[in-house]
């Protein structure tokens, strides 16, 4: 029996040029955890980066963000598998309590909720979006959450089982949407959010944030799957997958 002090995960990092904010972040992964950084097509050295902190690379030549999510999801063999942002808004740190609340079956799907420290933490229409966003969250699922934050952890089994098909912004979104329309509990906690390291390429300007915008108000306007299980019946491993792991 694992006890919760031995509890791992693995920590899915998507990754487009980062390579500034790739070390606070790698530094800040839980001892023992194992960071999988997504390279999503950089051209700053991101990927040379990670590997020098012993992190695993997976590249992931489709752009979009939920496509280098789901590579490190697929990459990963953990039985508790972590998202976070790899721009140094977000402690990684703070995972343990999540993987912790889910190991002693508090939730299912757990979610920081973004508290800005500082000056420009969080731009003012990136806020707006994500509460009309949680507005329409509420109307559609019932799930009451503040935020849609990066931070997040889950059973593997249970995402995988989720089948979700964004490969976009909306990929987050529809990990909360499908997980509650297949019955798991979505909760979150607060989180401090610093000012990241560069210029967001998704909510970085009002053109970014529409973008996203769209692509997860089309994830709301899709029906609720009927098919959506607790555990996923598919292999747990993954033929092939393009994990290249730090020597």
């Given at each position: ?143 009451t959450l503040r935020d849609l934050g990066p931070l997040r952890a889950a059973r593997r089994a249970d995402l995988l089982a989720l089948g979700i098909t964004d490969r976009r912004s909306g990929y987050p979104l529809e ?73």
């Amino acid at each position: 029996m694992t006890h919760l002090t031995d509890l791992t995960a693995d920590v899915v990092l998507p990754c487009l040029d980062e390579a500034a904010a790739l070390p606070w972040v790698l530094e800040h992964i839980p001892v023992g955890w194992r960071a999988i950084v997504v390279d999503n097509g950089s051209t700053d050295g991101s990927a040379d980066v990670a590997r020098s902190f012993g992190a695993t690379v997976v590249h992931e030549p489709r752009r979009g963000f939920g496509a280098a999510c789901h590579a490190g999801l697929l990459a990963s063999d953990a039985e508790y598998v972590c998202f976070c942002d790899c721009d140094a808004s977000l402690d990684p740190g703070l995972l343990t309590g999540f993987v912790r609340q889910v190991a002693l079956g508090e939730t299912d799907l757990m979610l920081g909720r973004r508290r800005p420290q500082g000056r420009g933490a969080w731009p003012a229409h990136a806020r707006a979006g994500n509460l009309a966003l949680s507005r329409m969250l509420r109307r559609r699922t019932g799930v009451t959450l503040r935020d849609l934050g990066p931070l997040r952890a889950a059973r593997r089994a249970d995402l995988l089982a989720l089948g979700i098909t964004d490969r976009r912004s909306g990929y987050p979104l529809e990990m909360v949407v499908r997980a509650a329309d297949a019955g798991l509990r979505v909760t979150e906690a607060d989180v401090p959010y610093r000012p990241r390291t560069g210029r967001s390429k998704v909510t970085g300007t009002w053109r970014g944030t529409w973008h996203a915008v769209r692509d997860m108000r089309a994830v709301l306007s899709r029906p609720p799957a009927q098919s959506l299980r607790r555990t996923s019946t598919a292999p747990d491993t993954v033929p092939n997958a393009p994990a290249e792991a730090a020597k």
